[in-house]
């Protein structure tokens, strides 16, 4: 019978590699004694308290994770980089009972807060900034969703993923679950892709699979990744946003000429991690598309009434159905008491399906404004400059767009967005950035760009 990946690190051969570090080795037997130090740590409390983690990329906090999970005590994983007031914001949000940070714990209070059975997980959806609201996830969420990603991608025991993202981000978690459910390795680094050690990571280390945002991928080919051969890389994954075509164009070509798979991926936190995948042989013939859903998983669309919508090419909202679905989304600790189960997720992304059943997305249905009350889709001025060549961000608030770009390329910006865009002078603004703030996760900053551009 299958095992939860927490459970399954107890199953996998003691001796086998499963994490490793810039300074150590860790096997199944090791990374066992670890978690189980951090199960007595925690101790067995007269009641079922809310645990906060500062999840960073190091086995200490691994170990905590696997040890919450085991002992069944809801978890709010936070990023490192959350800044003080990100942390006021989240003790006096969820009033955790116990605090985890660098290793040290701290006992707050004895006060039950009321959670159901199945809450096992708690993410953070506004990165350093601890606004927002909180994605509540069970533990069938993160059973199903592991064990779907393990159907599709093709992890084996051997294998030594680099994991480069955040733990606290939904995307760099499931890299986690999925090797320890099939018992592969972890590589967990601070290096960058700028980083010369980085490279030599890469090719000393028998690195297996990668895994990354679009910014990291734009960087890799910036830095000229496919000049190199990497035998022991057998596949690479991208999700956490839309990758421009070009960029997709060039991963498949390497893809293809160093016989390794390139997975597009579709997800989003309140999913757990993963919706949909492009498989490898789709992706130089439809760089545009997420592919279809997850086994187990469906997808469909929806016109503004409600009604589905089953035309080819007809745009609509996505909606996604299946068992990883969150429980809720949490304001406060005050919400945890009326979460329950769902299986169906209004994304709020704008797709359509073609001939094939193939699903592409078009944009954000919060990524419109309006500019003196024409409507304007962000992501898809976004993908007319993409077509072009040029790499632009797009971001606004009614009555203002705000379009950045690279120094190099801000005045033939100017021309096409005078073109394609017909607004008042003061109604549009073009700035340059030398390189794009990005948020925690590796995702673009629109509201840096838009603070930037209202300056």
């Known amino acids: 019978m299958k095992q939860a990946f927490w459970r399954a690190i107890d199953s996998h051969p003691p001796s086998s590699v499963a994490v ?37 990329n190091r086995l200490g906090a691994i170990a905590c994770y696997l040890a919450c999970l085991r002992l069944a005590y809801p978890v709010v994983l936070f990023n490192p980089s959350l800044g003080a007031q990100g942390k006021q914001h989240l003790l006096h949000r969820l009033d955790p009972n116990i605090w985890v940070e660098a290793e040290q714990i701290i006992l707050r209070h004895d006060k039950v807060i009321n959670t159901p059975a199945a809450l096992a997980v708690v ?16 533990y069938g969420n993160l059973d199903s969703n592991a064990t779907a990603i393990c159907e599709y991608l093709p992890i084996v025991s051997s294998d030594i993923a680099l994991c480069t993202m955040p733990l606290s981000y939904s995307y760099g978690l499931s890299v986690l679950h999925t090797h320890l459910q099939m018992g592969a390795a972890i590589r967990l680094t601070d290096k960058t892709v700028m980083d010369k050690g980085f490279w030599s990571l890469l090719t000393d280390e028998a690195i297996s699979s990668l895994s990354g945002v679009p910014s990291f991928y734009e960087m890799l080919l910036r830095l000229r990744f496919t000049r190199h051969a ?21 991963l498949a070509e390497y893809a ?27 992706v130089a013939v439809k760089p545009k598309s997420i592919g279809q859903a997850i086994p187990g998983g469906k997808l469909s669309l929806m016109d503004p009434d409600g009604g589905e919508i089953t035309t080819a090419h007809m745009e609509g909202e996505l909606i996604y159905e299946g068992d990883n679905v969150m429980l809720g989304y949490c304001e406060d600790k005050t919400d945890f008491a009326a979460l329950s189960a769902s299986q169906r997720l209004a994304t709020g992304d704008l797709a359509y399906r073609d001939e094939d059943g193939d699903f592409y997305i078009c944009g954000r249905l919060k990524r419109i404004i309006k500019l003196f009350g024409e409507r304007l889709n962000l992501d898809a001025l976004e993908e007319l400059f993409a077509q072009k060549g040029v790499n632009v961000k797009a971001c606004g608030e009614d009555n203002l767009l705000v379009l950045a770009c690279e120094p190099s390329n801000k005045a033939v910006a100017g021309v096409w967005l005078d073109e394609w865009v017909s607004c008042p002078p003061r109604g549009k603004v073009v700035i340059e950035v030398d390189a794009w703030p990005l948020l925690p996760n590796g995702k673009t900053d629109y509201s840096a760009l838009l603070a930037q551009g209202k300056r």
């Open 20 to 56: 490793i570090t810039d300074g150590d080795s860790l096997s199944y037997a090791e990374l066992l004694a670890h978690v189980v130090s951090w199960q007595e740590k925690l101790g067995k409390l007269s009641f079922r308290p809310v645990v906060a983690l500062s999840m960073d």
């Open 123 to 138: 993410l953070t959806t506004s990165g350093s900034t601890g606004g927002g609201k909180y994605v509540a996830l069970s």
């Open 230 to 250: 990497l035998p022991a890389l057998r596949y690479f994954t991208q999700a956490g946003g839309k990758l421009a075509e070009n960029y997709v164009n060039a």
């Open 256 to 282: 293809d000429k160093t016989h390794k798979g390139f997975y597009v991926m579709y997800g989003q936190t309140e999913a757990t991690a993963r919706m949909a995948y492009l498989p490898c042989e789709k």
